[in-house]
């Protein structure tokens, strides 16, 4: 009994074992596949461009944080010690005017001080730095609008270099074929051996193609385990999405989208908003400064600067209202400010520039995604007829009414006609990624 208890508890833990283990090996299986969606969500969170471009954010934030910390009155201290060589009367350095005081003086000032009015400089600065954190978040959208395109380009990489491996595979299966039938012709003395040995050629050759379709599928997984900054070598497969869906829209509704989504015509907007708020700030110098100053002071002969002394007060305060004004600078004010308007006029035309670089790059897409959409059609219907005239030939070289030579060429033109449908392939998906990041999106 004991026995039989034995078998069915191994047995049981058996069937556990077979039930799980094809279950951990496709969740880890599944660990390494990926999707588009998939590919660009992790190298978004795993970019270190990406990443820097978040720091320079919280950069700008704490760039606002300061200017805003200047609008606030500040604190400060200060402790002296003064020794003179006797006591006598010399300048009261709180009023000024003379008194007699002994050979040691000790001073504790405590200062606020309030900016009032700066010709509007506090304002233009902490404007300066809302802006400045504007464009960081869109230098940011930039930089992922550019891995995302980079992921996409990575991700059609692989499908297409694994579309070349699968080619030169069955390149490799039909010119094996053809050798076998070429080898059992020449056994039996049909053909000469110069036809056989240009199957085996062929062959060979093909082998060759092989190896190297199958390494450059290795490299494009390399890189795009980098464009993900995942470790070079680890294994990785993706979902096959190179299709063909036509795209419906027109040039016009596209050009307009991009010139008011794109980050880059959004940066150099705020730029502009920039370059206003730099003229604002350099003709503040044309108006005076009014700053308000309290002092608390304390001073005496000991080193605590309390309890005053036969000659000085032990405290004492003050109020200061200040008034600094630079009327004459000999035009530097002026220039400072045509400066940062040729800048702004500077900025104007590079705008203009871009949105003629926007509306090139929309247009290029969709020539692109035209050209894949008279070629996919017409690369279907070549590979179809390929597939038949590789069929026929081979069928006339077994009844020995045609050449190995025909069979060759046939299979030649058949693994030409795959790699250009492919090629369609990939022109159509990377045109597509290449019009959505011209769009602004991904």
Do not use: C
């Not at 009032?116 to 902490?126: D, I, K, Q």
């Not at 051996?193 to 997984?221: F, H, M, P, Y």
């Amino acid at each position: 009994m004991k026995f039989d208890r034995a078998v069915e508890i191994v047995g049981f833990l058996v069937a556990v074992i077979l039930l799980f283990s094809p279950q951990l090996a496709g969740a880890q299986e599944r660990k390494n596949f990926y999707t588009l969606q998939r590919s660009i969500s992790e190298a978004m969170e795993n970019s270190y461009k990406v990443k820097a471009r978040e720091e320079r954010v919280d950069e700008a934030t704490s760039v606002k944080k300061q200017a805003r910390a200047d609008f606030l009155p500040k604190l400060s201290t200060s402790y002296g010690y003064t020794r003179f060589n006797e006591s006598g009367i010399r300048s009261n350095p709180l009023t000024g005017q003379l008194v007699t005081t002994s050979e040691n003086y000790y001073n504790w000032t405590t200062s606020i001080t309030q900016p009032l009015f700066t010709g509007f400089a506090l304002l233009s600065t902490y404007r300066l730095a809302q802006l400045g954190i504007d464009q960081s978040e869109l230098e940011l959208a930039q930089e992922r609008l550019d891995l995302a395109l980079q992921v996409k380009q990575a991700y059609y990489n692989v499908l297409a270099a694994d579309k070349a491996v699968e080619v030169a595979q069955k390149d490799v299966e039909s010119r094996t074929s053809n050798a076998n039938v070429a080898r059992s012709f020449y056994s039996v003395g049909i053909i000469p051996i110069n036809d056989l040995l240009k199957a085996e050629v062929e062959l060979a050759n093909s082998e060759q193609n092989l190896v190297k379709a199958e390494s450059g599928a290795q490299v494009t997984r390399s890189a795009f385990n980098t464009v993900l900054a995942r470790p070079m070598n680890e294994a990785v497969e993706l979902e096959d999405i190179l299709t063909y869906t036509p795209e419906k829209g027109t040039y016009e509704d596209y050009v307009k989208s991009a010139l008011s989504d794109r980050p880059e015509i959004k940066i150099l907007d705020v730029n502009l908003l920039q370059t206003d708020q730099q003229i604002r700030l350099a003709k503040s110098k044309y108006y005076p400064e009014v700053s308000l100053n309290y002092q608390y002071i304390k001073q005496g002969d000991t080193a605590a600067a309390e309890g005053g002394s036969p000659f000085l007060e032990p405290n004492a305060w003050q109020v200061t209202a200040l008034l600094n004004w630079t009327f004459w600078d000999w035009g530097k004010t002026y220039y400072s400010a045509k400066e940062q308007e040729s800048k702004k006029k500077e900025i104007i035309q590079t705008k203009a520039d871009v949105e003629d670089g926007i509306r090139l790059q929309v247009k290029q897409a969709l020539q692109d995604l035209d050209v894949a959409a008279k070629n996919v059609p017409t690369t279907i219907k070549a590979v179809e007829q390929a597939e038949e005239n590789l069929r026929v030939n081979e069928e006339r070289y077994k009844a020995q009414v045609t050449t190995i030579t025909e069979v060759l060429d046939a299979q030649t033109l058949l693994t030409q006609a795959r790699s250009n449908y492919y090629q369609a392939l990939y022109d159509h998906n990377l045109a597509r990624a290449r019009l959505e990041r011209a769009l602004g999106t991904y």
